[in-house]
């Protein structure tokens, strides 16, 4: 552990400077370094970053003996590697392109989460000692470098969000020299350390993991893993949380009209520990505080098949898909329940299907039973059917109906 007054982590090659590594589960445990956004764990939260100009004055963290306090040369560093033009007192760096590779990289982060990351463009330099983010100022995270220890040390270090989260970033050694894979090298550094200044520790035991404890020289996997998705909507929630969140009818996620024939899936990119660059299709419940909501429309009487799938691998020892037991609901447009399924298992699927219902707004709501983040995909699929009737003076009324005639068919879907 570095003996300094702000907690940091470190990126390593062949040396290893990092807190107590964790197994995959990790993230179902709160993290000393903080979240940002003052609320509570689960919730969205906006942040700013910025660019430290050259010359801002960063001290020596670190515990590598070779660093030494040097104002920051990243933005140089960076230009020279990729060939755009270095003039001094030039703080514009939108269109540079290692601006891009490092501007996808806090946004990434956004996609899959709860997060806004937004760019602030002006950074007054101020130095690398708590300095708290201010809009026209500076950044709440910000990104700047300067020597550390040089190639096969450590490449990068960041602070934890209740230190300020900034990094340092190594501008002697040649790592960031890796252009291969569009700069995945690079991106795949600072995602890294972004995570950390949002609150992500260090995991172990999971191979070709963004926030495992050393980077790949050539890494082959390109930004967060499932298991750092999870862990980011730990602490932040999955996308559908932004704008207020989706916990209630009110706030719903809108899912649009129902086509008959036509199946509507959504979270189906968490099957396994591979992500792609651009896959963003993730939801989960981020524990027994979260409430998901979606809205769907008929604009006919039919019969509907819902079906709710915890998601994920077994690696490690844990079960992607079993971490919560969750249950499903289905509304009608006042909010009352009209069908639910929890069997109590965590990695169970439930739903129904062959349910008969007239036209309007309906919404299915999804909860978790135990207090961990869980992955789980939602898939939708209706048929019209002419025999049923068109409107009821209430939404009440339509289930009545139904019991009545003896229409309703639920089932489990094993």
């Known amino acids: 552990m570095i003996k300094i007054n702000r907690t940091l982590m470190a990126t390593a090659v062949a040396v290893a400077v990092y807190l107590p590594v964790q197994n995959a589960s990790a993230f179902e445990l709160p993290i000393a370094g903080g979240r940002w956004g003052g609320g509570a764990q689960g919730d969205a939260a906006s942040v700013t970053w910025s660019v430290a100009p050259d010359g801002t004055s960063i001290s020596n963290f670190s515990s590598s003996g070779s660093e030494l306090p040097a104002p920051s040369d990243l933005v140089s560093r960076l230009r020279g590697i990729y060939g755009d033009a270095d003039i001094a007192g030039d703080t514009n760096y939108v269109g540079e392109t290692w601006f891009g590779h ?39 995270m910000r990104i700047g470098g300067h020597a550390i220890d040089g190639s096969g040390g450590i490449l990068a270090y960041n602070f934890f969000p209740s230190s300020g989260g900034d990094g340092v970033y190594d501008t002697l050694g040649n790592s960031y020299e890796n252009l291969l894979n569009d700069s995945r090298k690079l991106r795949n550094v600072v995602m890294h350390e972004v995570g950390h200044g949002l609150g992500l520790d260090h995991t172990s035991g999971v191979p070709d993991n963004l926030m495992n404890a050393s980077t790949p020289v050539n890494p082959t996997f390109d930004g967060p893993q499932l298991d750092d998705i ?32 036509v199946p509507v899936a959504i979270g189906q990119d968490a099957i396994d520990q591979a992500v792609g660059r651009y896959e963003t299709d993730f939801i989960s419940i981020d524990g027994t505080s979260d409430t998901d909501v979606f809205m769907f429309t008929i604009g006919a009487g039919g019969m509907l098949d819902a079906l709710m799938t915890p998601l994920g691998p077994s690696q490690n020892g844990d079960d ?25 298992l965590a990695g169970e699927a439930e739903g129904f299907t062959d349910f008969l219902l007239l036209a309007g707004d309906y919404f299915l709501r999804i909860g ?20 049923v ?22 089932r489990r879907r094993l």
Do not use: C, H
Not at 247 to 257: C, E, K, R, S
Not at 320 to 341: H, K, M, P, Q, T
């Open 230 to 261: 999870l862990g980011i909507q730990r602490l932040y929630g999955d996308a559908n949380e932004k704008n207020g969140g989706n916990d209630t009818i009110a706030t719903a996620t809108d899912l649009g009209a129902l086509t008959s024939g």
């Open 102 to 140: 490092v501007n996808e990289a806090y946004n990434r982060w956004s996609q899959l989460s709860g997060l806004t990351m937004t760019y602030e463009p002006n950074d007054d330099g101020a130095p690398y000692n708590g300095a708290t983010g201010a809009p026209g100022v500076r950044g709440d």
């Open 389 to 410: 009737v068109a409107s009821v003076p209430a939404p009440g009324a339509a289930l009545l109906f139904l019991l009545g005639v003896g229409a309703i068919a639920v």
């Open 320 to 344: 992607y898909a079993a971490f919560s037991d969750l249950s499903l609901e289905l509304l009608d447009s006042l909010g009352n329940v009209i069908v639910s399924d929890n069997d109590g």
């Open 368 to 387: 978790g039973g135990d207090d961990f983040a869980q992955f789980y995909g939602l898939q939708l699929s209706f048929a019209e059917e002419e025999t």
